[in-house]
């Protein structure tokens, strides 16, 4: 797995270094489309209505039309957001999971502890278990605030994107409010029915039928050399990239965790010195100083890499190409 993210979550004073992993994987079988009478790839462009010229995505902005107007937003504009460079996890309730609305649930993520010692992670992840608590979070992502809810999975913290409370539809069904009656015959067979399908939950036991009858054809028509020789038309596949370096010394920069947790503690109850209220606050600022710094590096390390090796796939494919064409004309 890669990470796609690298921060700390943090709750008072407290600053737990973490990556961030996509917990999920799609399984279904991707497609390319092509021309149904010779194969050839079906490509798509991007191309101004204006000039009509095809434009390269690195020179696309954004743009947004409300009553016959149209702003245009740049990179620049979007970096200048407070939550664009943001790379906290900030918790800001501890709930009980039944309070938590399944609906509002989006994608998952894995965090795994960073730096020389994983005691803080270790200590949050006890906590939520030991309190039968949820954290409710905010963070960003892919320029996007977000909401989460962070809970334990095994022995590793799980965090969950969740949809805003405006973002969940609100229902009034009709037929919801039927003042049928239900006989009470009919709902004891109907119980006894669900009795009768009663079981614990086994997701293992479930397969994509679909998906797997799927392969089943498409290895057929590969056994039966039912194939084409496609190799110019959908050129080379793109790689994964390449993992971001890791930082060192994160722990350094980490308050004492103890005097953490009662400068915490402390402050939301209101009983600490001003002194130590600012004394507090100066190393949570040393906090989110150095952890952006590492985000930073961190990214810049990785699209160095992923640079690179566009390069020198670019190369490889234009060679092979000459190659092609020089076979062809031989």
Known sequence: MRAIWSGSITFGLVNVPVKAYGATEDHDISFHQVHDEDGGRIRYERRCEVCGEIVEYSDIDKAFEEDGDTVVLTDEDFDSLPEADNNEI????????????????????????????????LLLRETLKETDRTAIVKFALRQKTRLGALHVRGNVLVLQGMHWADEVRD???????????????????????????????TPEEFEDDYQIEL?????????????????????????????SGDGDGEDADVVDLMAALKASLGRKSGGKADKDDKDGGDDKKATKKTAKKTAKKSSKSTEKNNTKKSTKKAT??????ASQKTSKSA
Do not use: C, W
């Open 90 to 121: 900030e918790v800001v309730q501890f709930v009980p999971a039944d309070q938590v609305d399944p609906i509002m649930m989006e994608k998952s993520y894995y965090l795994e502890p960073e730096g020389k010692t994983p005691k803080s992670y």
């Open 171 to 201: 229902v009034d069904f009709k037929g919801a409010h039927s003042k049928a009656k239900i006989g009470k015959k009919e709902l004891e067979l109907s119980s006894a029915l669900v009795e009768q399908y009663s079981s614990d939950f």
């Open 215 to 243: 392969r089943k054809l498409i290895d057929a028509k590969f056994a039966q050399g039912d194939t084409l020789d496609t190799e110019e038309t959908f050129g080379a596949k793109s790689g994964s990239g390449g993992n």
């Open 316 to 321: 490889k494919k234009t060679a092979k190409k």
